[in-house]
């Protein structure tokens, strides 16, 4: 299942709410309107999101980079494998409820926002599908957080979600040749390359919503 989001088609959305929002005709139009207060408190909210989200993705990416390092310092034949990987284990467990608990709280929220105005309309849209491409992204997150299968070299394609595979227990990895462990290796830099160009996409987002919550600010303040 592919759930990389689509960040070109919400940064158009963000990138029109926040040109109607520069525009002086739409903010004198906007500043009786009851709802801008709501609105603004709610692109707050996914402000704190997508920071959220950021330091989720730092955590994966860190994450990562201790399972390259392990799989470097592993020797083939040894037989405790499963005790140099067992912090891993332990910390991705840990990572990978974190990221259950705050996916769960995402699909919760309710942005029950209903302006009357079509341009305030628009930027309720946007916070909204924010929300649904965080979802999307932590949800990519899920499925990155996998442990790469040793035999999974044999049949690797080159897409999203495929580079990691979930194993139930580490002891498949006893068995395994160098060439195993160096393919772990390249699975695990192809998905720490996904992850650094899903924190430049959701920079990105952060930047926009900054706009949105200055301009709404701005006609509340005028």
């Given at each position: 299942m592919e759930f990389r989001p689509n960040f070109a088609a919400l940064k158009k959305l963000q990138d029109s709410a926040n040109d109607l929002l520069h525009s002086p005709t739409i903010r004198r139009s906007l500043v009786q309107e009851k709802y801008v207060d709501e609105v603004c408190e709610a692109s707050l909210q996914m402000l704190d999101i997508c920071d959220t989200t950021k330091a989720l993705l730092?955590?994966?990416k860190d994450h990562l980079q201790e399972l390259q390092s392990?799989?470097?310092?592993?020797?083939?034949?040894?037989?405790?494998?499963?005790n140099k990987l067992g912090a891993y284990y332990i910390h991705r467990k840990n990572l990978k409820r974190e990221m259950m608990n705050f996916l769960?709280?995402?699909?919760?929220?309710?942005l029950d926002l209903y302006p009357i105005d079509n341009n305030l309309a628009m930027v309720v849209?946007?916070?909204?599908q924010v929300r649904v491409t965080t979802i999307s992204t932590v949800e990519s997150l899920m499925s990155l957080m996998s442990m790469p299968s040793p035999d999974s070299y044999k049949s690797y394609?080159?897409?999203?979600?495929?580079?990691?595979?979930?194993?139930?227990s580490l002891s498949l990895w006893e068995n395994c040749d160098t060439t195993a462990f160096q393919t772990g290796n390249k699975r695990l830099e192809a998905v720490e390359i996904e992850i650094e160009d899903l924190q430049v996409e959701l920079e990105c987002i952060f930047r926009r919503l900054i706009e949105t919550r200055v301009s709404l600010l701005n006609i509340l303040t005028n």
């Amino acid at each position: 299942m592919e759930f990389r989001p689509n960040f070109a088609a919400l940064k158009k959305l963000q990138d029109s709410a926040n040109d109607l929002l520069h525009s002086p005709t739409i903010r004198r139009s906007l500043v009786q309107e009851k709802y801008v207060d709501e609105v603004c408190e709610a692109s707050l909210q996914m402000l704190d999101i997508c920071d959220t989200t950021k330091a989720l993705l730092l955590h994966v990416k860190d994450h990562l980079q201790e399972l390259q390092s392990t799989f470097r310092t592993i020797s083939v034949g040894e037989t405790s494998i499963e005790n140099k990987l067992g912090a891993y284990y332990i910390h991705r467990k840990n990572l990978k409820r974190e990221m259950m608990n705050f996916l769960r709280s995402l699909k919760e929220m309710k942005l029950d926002l209903y302006p009357i105005d079509n341009n305030l309309a628009m930027v309720v849209n946007v916070l909204r599908q924010v929300r649904v491409t965080t979802i999307s992204t932590v949800e990519s997150l899920m499925s990155l957080m996998s442990m790469p299968s040793p035999d999974s070299y044999k049949s690797y394609i080159s897409s999203f979600t495929s580079k990691f595979i979930r194993v139930n227990s580490l002891s498949l990895w006893e068995n395994c040749d160098t060439t195993a462990f160096q393919t772990g290796n390249k699975r695990l830099e192809a998905v720490e390359i996904e992850i650094e160009d899903l924190q430049v996409e959701l920079e990105c987002i952060f930047r926009r919503l900054i706009e949105t919550r200055v301009s709404l600010l701005n006609i509340l303040t005028n």
